[in-house]
């Protein structure tokens, strides 16, 4: 139930200079574990989730979620997008629907449940906008009920909160929060800001470019309900230290 | 394409447009805006009639304005079969025959051009069995197919319908190619991490986000639409606002000649705003999107 497992993965974009956008990636993700995964611009985590997601095909090594092996994108491994990637013709409530839809899943099984997301994502009033009539974080919002709606074993998050203001952010980091302790649903969360990991994440994976390699985890032992709040915990800024720390060592490593 | 004011949907408040300080001549508002639009061609046609004398100008080759409208109320609303006149009276049936057949053609380019275009972009095996082939044949100009359809089809409707489709159908296929290559990578990868079948991507996402584009193609089609008409009415068929056009020119029936003309470009007009009204309504979500932006 929503474990993956990378074994050796090489990923290559071919061309007339190949990129070797990840290097023997390993990695192993557990039934309900948060792991963020951290690293600079560049350095292969949008690939390393693509592949998960089954949107692109790895190079050579082996890939399973579940025990299965990935050849395609699917509601099980639900994916939200930097930028929502909302259907701009469909309204919030259609969005969300979009998935059991084409799944042929009976109407009233899944319109009770549009109504409760939207209400946990604090939505209600906006069933019927478009995208283009809500703000990024209210869109990033229906980004996040169009995937849960479909009960997902595993969430796949691209920086989703990477384009949003400050304060935004942190209430979108609040709601994630509160729905993966209610869920329990297993997370890849890409990004590159460090107190988003510390805040969101079991385990920090922190990978370098170049080729893209994972070169440390940390598991972050702060008590879980977390809560924004905890931004400023001195237990917070001990952990921050000790993974800048590590990453300013990796970046030695690999200098 | 924005030329027609955004109105929201029902259900979503927008702001109230700004009111526009009337600039020189004209009032503000919609009024100002059709005096203004109005103004060329009151000019024109009065200079059209001052500088003509008794009746025509131009060595008496061209007729006024008046003449012109005389000509035309006649062409109306005359009697029918009254010999003199042969265009008595037949305005009517003649915009209907020409609008039928653009209307006829039209439709099979629709039919075949939107999905033909939608598929060409979506699918990599379809463009390259298909589109070599439509690239190849689109630069031969319809009016080099004329003899083709008058071979094949014969002196009736099913020449000019061939046209129209033909002609039509070039700007709607390349259109909706690009409609559907366009489309937004991570649409497509949303759609099929929700469980859509590429079926599904083609209909619910393809299709939809091609639309833009395909309208675009449907107004350039229609425009050649009527170019086709026209043409092969004065050379395929015995009836129609291409025939008369050709026909009265024969005869040395100029006041006719211009009337015809203004006949085909207010059928145009009337015809592409229909598309234009129609495209409005599909897209509503992308004028909200343009008025938020
Ligand atoms: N489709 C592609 N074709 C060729 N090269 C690619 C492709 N996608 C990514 N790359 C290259 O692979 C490397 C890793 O890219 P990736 O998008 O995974 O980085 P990232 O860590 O997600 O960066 P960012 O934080 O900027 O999103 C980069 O060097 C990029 O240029
Ligand atoms: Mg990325």
Known sequence: MGTIRFREVVKTYPGKQPVIALDRVNLDIGEGEFVALLGPSGCGKSTLLNL?????????????????????????????????????????????????????????EYEPKIRELLRLVGLERFAHSLPSQLSGGMRQRVGIARALVMDPKALLMDEPFGALDAQTRMSMQQLLLDVWQSLGTTVLFVTHDIDEAILLADRICIMSARPGRITREITVDLPRPRSVDQLTDPAFIRHKAAIMAEMREAQKEHA | MNDAPARALDAAPVPAAPKVKSRGLFPAGRTGAAM??????????????????????????????????????????????????????????????????????????????????????????????????????????????????????????????????????????????????????????AAEMMGASRFDVLRRVVLPAALP??????????????????????????????YVLWDAYYVGRMDVVIADMLSIGAMGLLSDRLIVTVEHWALRWRRLQSASR
């Open chain 1, 52 to 108: 998960i997601a089954g949107f692109e095909e790895m190079t050579s090594g082996a890939l399973s979620f579940n025990g299965g092996t990935v050849d395609s994108p699917g509601p099980e491994r639900a994916v939200v997008f930097q930028e929502a990637a909302l259907l701009p013709w469909l309204t919030v409530e259609q969005n969300i629907a979009f998935g059991p839809s084409v799944q042929k899943r009976p109407r009233a």
């Open chain 2, 36 to 189: 203004r639009a109005a103004l060329l061609p009151i000019l024109v046609i009065v200079a059209w009639q001052l500088a003509g004398s008794g009746g025509s100008l131009a060595g008496g080759v061209l007729p006024t304005p008046d003449r012109v409208w005389d000509a035309w109320v006649v062409w109306a609303f005359g009697p029918q079969g009254m010999g003199l006149n042969p265009y008595s009276g037949t305005w009517l049936s003649n915009v209907l025959f020409s609008s039928m057949r653009v209307a006829q053609g039209f439709v099979l380019a629709m039919a075949i051009g939107i999905p033909a275009g939608v598929m060409i972009g979506w699918s990599r095996a379809v463009s390259g069995t298909v589109d070599p082939t439509i690239q190849l044949l689109r630069p031969i100009p319809i009016t080099a197919w004329l003899p083709f359809s008058i071979a094949v089809f014969g002196i009736q409707d099913m020449g000019a319908i061939f046209l129209i489709a033909l002609g039509g159908f070039y700007p709607v296929v390349v259109n909706a190619t690009h409609g559907a290559r366009d489309v937004d990578r991570n649409w497509i990868r």
């Open chain 2, 213 to 242: 584009a395909i309208f675009t193609g449907l107004r350039i089609g229609l425009g050649i639409a009527w170019t086709a008409v026209i043409v092969s009415e004065m050379v395929a068929v015995k009836s129609g606002l291409g």
